[in-house]
């Protein structure tokens, strides 16, 4: 009698056991949203300027790694030059640029880093044949270029939104086009240490979430 007790008491404690890790594996598991710095992303280019065809490959960014990439497929955004495209759309004609085969796209939003709370209700653009998600030109996009200096600056109050190639969210706040982020741009700096990017982010890793608050 007493070992049938124990067997059974045994067979209670495994199937509760069981079920609590059954419900547990039900829960969804949510990811706390942070903001992050990603630092010196290079976006080398040949030609421009006069001196021929823009060309060379774009340096691929996924939000989900804080990294740059290689994949052909696991990336959001990606940069060459002056020029950010998306993982999303189709391809627009300029020389190199990766094939997208996500769903990404890109909105931009006037407010500062800090107000941008959510990508709930906006409108995302992605690239396709001759034009791009993110506008080219100087105060067009996300820059301004002063000519006479030759110096590349962040358009204030412009944050860019992106909807990443698998459909979660992501704000940036571009900080700086060279090199270590420099507070004065020299002429020196501007002729030899350009093309870097560093900006602040927040992703959102939670399916179907579009609150764009660090935790």
């Keep these: 009698m007493k070992t049938t007790l124990k067997l059974f008491s045994l067979f209670f404690m495994l199937t509760a056991f069981v079920a609590c890790s059954d419900d547990d594996n039900d829960e969804p598991q949510f990811i706390a949203v942070q ?9 080398p280019q040949v030609g421009g300027f006069g001196q021929g065809e823009i060309s ?8 989900a790694t804080g990294a740059v990439t290689e994949s052909d497929t696991e990336w959001d955004i990606a940069f060459r030059g002056l020029r950010i495209i998306v993982n999303g759309g189709t391809e627009t004609g300029t020389n ?12 931009i939003v006037d407010g500062t880093f ?4 959510s990508a709930d209700g906006l409108t995302f653009a992605q690239d396709e044949t001759g ?3 993110i506008p080219a030109g100087s105060d067009n996009g996300w820059y301004n270029y002063n ?3 030759n110096i590349v600056s962040p358009l204030p109050g412009k944050i860019l939104v992106f909807r ?5 969210f992501a704000k940036v706040e571009i900080l700086s086009y060279y090199r270590d982020a420099p507070t004065e741009i020299t002429e020196e700096i501007a002729n030899n240490d350009f093309r870097f990017y560093t ?5 959102n890793p939670n399916e179907g979430e579009t609150d764009l608050t660090a935790q």
Aim: no cysteine.
């Design 35 to 43: 903001s992050s710095t990603a630092s010196n992303i290079p976006a």
């Design 56 to 63: 060379g490959p774009f340096t691929k960014f996924s939000f």
């Design 147 to 149: 000519q006479p200096l």
């Design 199 to 203: 900006f602040n982010y927040v992703y």
């Design 114 to 117: 800090a107000s941008v709370t």
């Design 96 to 107: 190199d640029e990766p094939i997208r085969n996500g769903n990404a796209g890109a909105a």
């Design 131 to 133: 034009a791009f998600a």
């Design 164 to 168: 990443t190639h698998d459909g979660k």
